[in-house]
């Protein structure tokens, strides 16, 4: 079933109780997003929902109103699966702000921190806990967290959970829910392999979709270079120079990020950088940097692409290809958050047309081009056969078992296998 879009009233008509009402008005949310308008009403109702949205247009409130009213309506737990521990961290935040004030208590159980505290947050009852697949199915099984209370469940950014290989994860959890649970599951693209597990334990979703899958906001621009590899350092400070704002720079490995980070610092460039060789700690410090203004840029793997929350970007730079289509969509909806303005650019190689291709005919728009400055030599795409040329990878590029491409060579001689049009996924680090 797909519910249609309406348009033209406030958070008071969508059956929301009084208390959050009231609470939505002190943080001064007056009028719902499109998501937000559409999915909460058939949430309140306790039926299961699958909504689909662009990132950035208010998934997390879409289900955390729904939550917190459910729950103080009635007995159980909730529980909210994220992919990244940014996102639980912001999702946490969220719900505090909207819960804290109607006595709703929150955990959360995430890696990379010691298990006492959130055994701790655990033992208090919360009435949510919020957690990474990870950290949730190692508490399952120490025996430390039982799911048998739970009566809903929000599966959030599922998409990036699969592309985490977080797939054994969730079907163990999922099997330790309780038969009778609702389900809520969002995010802006939907694998087929996720709708088939949460159909399992879906009952008759609605379905919400305010955009078709995939495509990205019309507030974007998305502009394309075409440069050689080794003049990306070079243009990359160009437009950081003729940029005013904050600025967020997508690398497709962990190596490469913290090389770029310590050049751009070298140059009197403030950057910070987030990817998965950093802490939980460092992470967060990064992120408070660049949401602060401390940092004008910050430079990250596709780890972080889901995970910030940061309004006023005024720039997404793809400095490598993204290794699929979805991860496109999710790294340019860092900017133009909440239906503001934002801007996209994407570093493509001669060798990377039919990658660049396969964006525009899955996101339904063309690339603006844009020209090197004059003191850069122009690039053209090369012609290619319909066998795809070899190309070579960007510094700092690892193979699957995690070495180097062109062995101990960092200049990027030597040959690769290409990618496939439709963007085959690579199990490297980030």
Do not use: C
Not at 5 to 32: C, H, M, N, W, Y
Not at 291 to 310: E, Q
Request: no cysteine; aromatic share 4%; glycine share 8%.
């Amino acid at each position: 079933m797909t519910q249609t879009q309406t348009l033209g009233v406030g958070f008071s008509d969508l059956g929301i109780a009084p208390g959050l009402l009231d609470t939505l008005s002190r943080l001064k949310l007056v009028e719902p997003t499109p998501i937000q308008h559409q999915a909460i009403p058939i949430a309140i109702q306790g039926k299961d929902v699958v909504g689909i949205a662009q990132t950035g247009t208010g998934k997390t409130l879409a289900f955390g109103i729904p939550l917190v009213q459910l729950l103080l309506s009635r007995k159980g737990q909730g529980l909210v699966i994220l992919p990244t521990r940014e996102l639980a961290l912001q999702v946490d935040e969220s719900l505090r702000h909207i819960g804290h004030s109607q006595g709703i208590r929150t955990a959360v159980v995430i890696g990379g921190t010691s298990f006492g505290p959130q055994l701790r947050a655990l033992s208090s009852r919360p009435h949510v806990v919020i957690g990474t697949p990870g950290r949730l199915n190692d508490l399952i099984e120490k025996g430390k967290l039982k799911l048998h209370t739970t009566s809903i469940v929000v599966l959030d950014e599922a998409d990036r959970m699969l592309d985490m290989g977080f797939l054994p994860q969730l079907v163990t959890i999922l099997q330790e829910l309780p038969e009778e649970h609702q389900t809520m599951l969002f995010s802006a693209t939907m694998p087929p392999e996720i709708m088939k597990l949460a159909s399992k334990h879906m009952k008759l979703p609605v379905r919400v979709e305010v955009a078709p899958a995939g495509t990205t906001v019309e507030t974007v621009t998305h502009e394309l270079v075409i440069l050689s590899r080794e003049q990306k350092p070079e243009f990359l400070q160009h437009i950081l120079l003729e940029t005013l704002g904050s600025v967020l720079v997508f690398t497709r490995t962990k190596f490469a990020a913290q090389r770029m980070a310590r050049d751009l610092r070298v140059a009197k460039i403030s950057a910070a950088e987030i990817h998965s060789d950093r802490s939980l700690y460092q992470r967060r410090e990064a992120l408070e940097g660049f949401k602060s203004g401390k940092h004008r840029v910050l430079v990250a793997t596709d780890i972080a692409a889901r995970g910030i929350d940061v309004k006023g970007i005024a720039l997404v730079v793809n400095y490598d290809m993204p290794d699929s289509v979805d991860n496109y969509v999710h790294r340019i909806g860092r900017t133009a958050r909440a239906g503001t303005q934002g801007r996209a650019i994407t570093f493509a190689t001669p060798t990377e047309q039919r990658d660049v291709r396969s964006i525009e005919r899955a996101i339904h728009k063309s690339f603006m081009m844009t020209r090197l400055p004059g003191s850069m030599q122009p690039v053209r795409f090369q012609e290619q056969s319909e066998s795809r040329a070899p190309r070579r990878a960007p510094y700092g590029s690892r193979d699957s078992r995690g070495g180097s491409r062109y062995g101990r060579s960092q200049s990027g001689h030597g040959s690769s296998r290409g990618r496939s049009p439709s963007f085959q996924k690579r199990s490297r680090a980030s």
